[in-house]
């Protein structure tokens, strides 16, 4: 009898295909991602607590969880060879830095930036046995901007972008790539702005493009440099902001 989670069927191998694991797949920009993977010919696996997803097979795993994020890439990869990475799960927090208890930054720090190394270093062995790999990284154009009482935020998407410069250099000899997507405003649940008249009214003013990102958008990017596959183009951080970081 196999002792693996029933949600993970083992594949024959005819449809032995290559995979790529999309995290935070259920909703927002993974469910974006998933999708135009999946429009591209890329089969997906899509992780998330609720494990459910769009398109392709959907694992429930919750990210934060080191031995069940480690046991679900081991499952992934008996289903076929994996050569491909998004690490996109995330959350957003805010709240005066004067009344940010340790435990609250723990929490943004371990899904946005611990899962993200914890991924990436369960993956790395396949993707090295595959002989190519790219990971791409959520990050955000916070990751240099000093946005009020969004502390634990910024510092997590500021160790995205270091961690992808890391990543690049150590795995490159390995041919793989690893890439940091940071989107300005994008409408999903993960900030509650999208139905406050007041809030999409400054970001017309202040955005160059006069609003924000679909998840589409950011999706795009994503799977385009999946289909281009450009494996000198690593270590990057690309802002895709509606040039929002760069207004004066
Ligand atoms: N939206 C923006 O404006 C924006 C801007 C810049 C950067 N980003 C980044 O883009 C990424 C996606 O954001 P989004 O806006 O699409 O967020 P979202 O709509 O809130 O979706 C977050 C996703 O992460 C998953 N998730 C959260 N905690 C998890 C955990 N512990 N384990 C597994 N999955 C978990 C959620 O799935 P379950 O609930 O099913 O677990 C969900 O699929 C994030 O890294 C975010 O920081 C977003």
């Given amino acids: 009898m196999s002792d693996r989670p029933p949600e993970i069927q083992e594949a024959s191998e005819s449809d032995a295909v290559p995979q790529i694991v999309v995290t935070g797949a259920s909703r927002g920009i993974g469910a974006a991602v998933a999708s135009e993977l999946a429009k591209r010919g890329f089969p997906v696996v899509g992780l998330s607590r609720t494990g459910d997803v769009p398109v392709g097979r959907g694992v429930p795993c919750d990210i934060t969880d080191e031995g069940a994020l480690a046991a679900a890439i081991v499952e992934i990869a008996r289903l076929g060879p994996v050569v491909g990475l998004v690490n996109n799960a995330g959350l957003h927090t805010t709240g005066p830095t004067a009344e940010l208890s ?17 991924a990436s270093r369960e993956i790395y062995p396949h993707l090295k046995a595959n002989g190519r790999g790219v990971i791409i990284n959520l990050g955000s154009f916070f990751d240099k ?6 502390l634990a935020y910024c510092a997590s998407k500021a160790a995205i972008g270091a961690m992808t410069r890391v990543l690049a250099v150590e795995w490159a000899r390995d041919n793989i790539s690893v890439l940091n997507v940071a989107p300005g405003y994008v409408k999903t649940d993960l900030t509650p702005m999208w139905s406050d008249e007041k809030a999409l009214a400054w970001l017309a003013k202040r955005v160059p493009m006069r609003r924000g990102g679909e998840p589409a958008e950011v999706a795009r990017l994503i799977g385009a440099l999946f289909s281009e596959d450009i494996p000198f183009l690593t270590g990057e951080t690309i802002y895709i902001d509606g040039g929002h970081a760069l207004n004066h």
Avoid: S
């Fill in 102 to 118: 340790v435990e609250e930054y723990d929490r943004v720090m371990r899904v946005n930036a611990t899962a993200v190394m914890v």
């Fill in 145 to 150: 901007i000093g946005a009020p009482q969004q």
